[in-house]
């Protein structure tokens, strides 16, 4: 780990958090050989994702089936008679 002396630090402190920004290196402020200060990025800059985070983690078994049987049997699938008389113009 790199170590700085504080009288430096203070003249480039901009450029020195800077650094640390860019490379994730954590850099030791020391005064008269002793460590004074550590300065570490932060552990994320983003915050973590609520919605989508578990995109891509399903897994798929089969297909779905019907419980029902045949298609013919169902009344919605079955073709409605017109109407005699009712609503012809």
């Known amino acids: 780990m790199e170590e700085i002396a504080i009288s430096k630090f203070k003249a480039t402190c901009l450029a020195v958090l800077e650094r640390v ?4 290196q954590p850099i030791r402020v020391t005064r008269f050989g ?3 200060a550590e300065i ?3 552990p994320s800059a983003q915050p973590p ?3 989508g ?3 891509g983690s399903g ?5 779905i089936v019907s419980p029902i049987g045949d ?3 169902w009344e919605a699938a079955r073709e409605l008679e017109p109407d005699k008389g009712e609503n012809q113009k």
């Open 49 to 51: 994702r609520r919605f």
């Open 40 to 42: 570490k990025p932060p």
């Open 53 to 55: 985070r578990h995109i």
């Open 34 to 36: 002793q460590i004074i």
């Open 21 to 24: 920004r860019k490379t994730g």
């Open 59 to 63: 897994v798929i078994l089969g297909d």
């Open 71 to 73: 298609e013919s049997d």
